[in-house]
């Protein structure tokens, strides 16, 4: 089925370590977006892609890497984790950025960092 | 920063009633869009209304704009306990790349 699944659904992983949230759409969708959840804060844009190898950052990328080597898959990258990155994380697609075309997202990752 | 912010935080109704939700943001747009969020899932696109629209219909909701007042309303008519579900608004600027930014959101509670 066409659509956006994200992996792993939960992840618990410890202050410092290196973790890497999944996205990956069948849509062939030429935007991506990372976004985080927080009470009190909505949705705030990490990253985001406009095609495969062009990223850039969004409100709050300091501490995040992301890659898109393929239009598909777009893989957000906590390099050494903080509880301050303790969120819920949602990826979404969409055909030609906010513009003009809905974004469609995956149902997120909760990662807990302890 | 937040671009959209809807008021209420909150609302509870019982099935059968309308809600109403607005949103109010602070520059210049290029469209306004209205999602809804479910308990532990990820948004769903619900509508998307243009800077040079007023008014726009999806079944049961209707979306006003107001580009003056730089605020929109979202309005569920007949609503159902299904309906039940955070409610985002989310903008994208007149200028610059066309990303969306979102607001906080309201908790709709539509008891049966």
């Known amino acids: 089925d066409a659509g956006i699944t994200q992996s792993p659904r939960y992840k618990i992983t410890e202050t410092g370590r290196q973790v890497t949230l999944m996205c990956h759409q069948t849509?062939?969708?030429?935007?991506m977006f990372w976004y985080r959840q927080d009470l009190g804060h909505g949705l705030r844009l990490i990253y985001y892609?406009?095609?495969?190898?062009?990223?850039d950052k969004g409100e709050v990328p300091d501490g995040y890497v992301v890659s898109r080597s393929k239009t598909e898959n777009f893989p957000l990258t906590l390099e050494s984790a903080t509880r301050s990155q303790t969120s819920v994380y949602f990826c979404?697609?969409?055909?030609?950025?906010?513009?003009?075309?809905?974004?469609?997202f995956g149902n997120g990752t909760r990662l807990t960092v302890t | 920063s937040q671009q959209g912010e809807e008021d209420p935080q909150a609302l509870s109704i019982q099935e059968g009633e309308n809600a109403t939700m607005n949103c109010s943001y602070k520059?210049?747009?290029?469209?306004l869009q209205w999602y809804r969020q479910n308990s532990g899932r990820g948004l769903v696109h619900l509508i998307l209304?243009?800077?040079?629209?007023r008014e726009k219909h999806s079944g049961r909701l209707r979306v006003t704009l107001d580009t003056s007042k730089k605020s929109s309303s979202l309005l569920i008519t007949a609503s159902r306990a299904a309906d039940t579900a955070s409610y985002f608004c989310?903008?994208?600027?007149?200028?610059?790349?066309?990303?969306?930014?979102f607001g906080t959101g309201t908790r709709l509670l539509v008891s049966p």
């Open positions: 979404a697609s969409s055909e030609s950025g906010g513009a003009g075309s809905p974004l469609h």
């Open positions: 892609s406009a095609a495969a190898d062009i990223t």
């Open positions: 209304i243009r800077s040079n629209e």
């Open positions: 520059t210049s747009i290029n469209n």
């Open positions: 989310a903008t994208v600027s007149a200028t610059g790349f066309q990303k969306l930014v």
């Open positions: 849509w062939s969708h030429s935007y």
